[in-house]
């Protein structure tokens, strides 16, 4: 099922020429933002250097600090008062980044979240629970306005009172959820306490996260529904950047609205399709605040094969951030890894925390997880042999030797939101 078929499987000739022209009007509408004038003057390019697809990686690259610089609203290139909503990044780490969005702007938002619940086979007869923060986080208005534009009855629930979710879920016959993975997790556990079943749910879409393979088990076997991976930033619109289709082998990106390529994070040089590395992205229609070779930090590839669903070629699945990144000991670790070894022993949950100290100038890495009460005995010998279990599996998994301390079912926190799961306590000054 498509949206907008001529879109969404636009190819060939006809999808660059269609690139082509709305790069070379991106480009030139980026000039009505300062620091990309001045970007331009440094890089000694204008935007009539770009004249086939492949002088994009003449342009210079866009970092996340520049559009934090620009706070709040330096980087915007329409009249003010043509923007008619902003959101803002988590800004974990100081400043958020504010996004601002003309009225065409948060059309298209929905159109491409449109296009995504249709390719997953959600209709007007879907009932559709909305469980992530509204607000400034982009994923609950983005979501709320797309599922509306396919008909979809929705439940704009937001996050908290998971008791209260399981009940609407019940009550409202909802037949879609979307919410991180980690909520998701922690909905089933709840559900399970409270012996609710949740028959009526056939979709679940998570994302805003990394969450690996397994978890996919765990969500779709816990919550009985089949689940697709939701991708997307602020400075992409929000949620719908990236969407897994019913193939469930990677990410779809509109190739008619991004310009995706995949660099080598320390040379910035261009990578071959198949390969590994950084996302860049050039947003082709974005009105109010256009960007130009975004550097999304995100880790991933694209896949060189078309997907047999006709919609182009994909990315992979993005196993974490180029600043989630650990390096322990020289060893490169994503919490996603961690996450992945960790639901494949039932007798542990998927509730972990990392926490990384130097002692005695080296790395040492500390991983908290709770018991399965369901699954674990009790019994006190096998406390000892569980733990040798979990550090034997990760030291296979990650090559790494790491201290695991088994925690009492209930004892770490959930998140609602995006989950925070390494404590990196190198740096700290005591
Ligand atoms: P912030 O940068 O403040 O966290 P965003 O909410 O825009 O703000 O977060 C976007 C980031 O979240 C992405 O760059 C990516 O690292 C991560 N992310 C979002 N969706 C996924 C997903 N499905 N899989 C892995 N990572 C994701
Ligand atoms: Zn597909």
Sequence with gaps: ??????????????????????????????????????????????????????????????????LRDAYPFGNIAVPMKQVVRIHTTSGTTGKPTVVSYTRQDLDNWSELIARNLTMIGLTDEDIFQNAVNYGLFTGGLGFHYGAEKIGATVIPSATGNTKRQIEMIQDFGVTAIHCTPSYGMHLAEVAEEMGATLDTLRIGIFGAEPWSENMRKELEERLGLEAFDSYGMSEMYGPGAGFECPEHDGLHIWHDCYLAEIIDPITGERLPDGEKGELVVTPLVKEAMPLIRYRTGDITRIIPEDCPCGRGKKIARITGRADDMLVIRGINVFPSQIEHTLLSIPDVGDQFMVYVDRINHLDEMTIEVEINRKSFSGELADLARLQKTVAGAIKEALNLRTTVRLVEPGSLPRFEGKARHVVDRRNEIW
């Design 1 to 66: 099922m498509f949206w907008n078929r001529e879109m969404e499987t636009i190819s060939g000739a006809d999808l660059e020429a269609l690139q082509l022209s709305r790069l070379k009007w991106t480009v030139h509408h980026s000039q009505n933002v300062d620091f990309y004038r001045r970007k331009f003057r440094d890089a000694g390019v204008t935007p009539d250097d770009i004249t086939i697809l492949a002088d994009v990686e003449k342009l210079p690259f866009t970092y996340k600090k520049e």
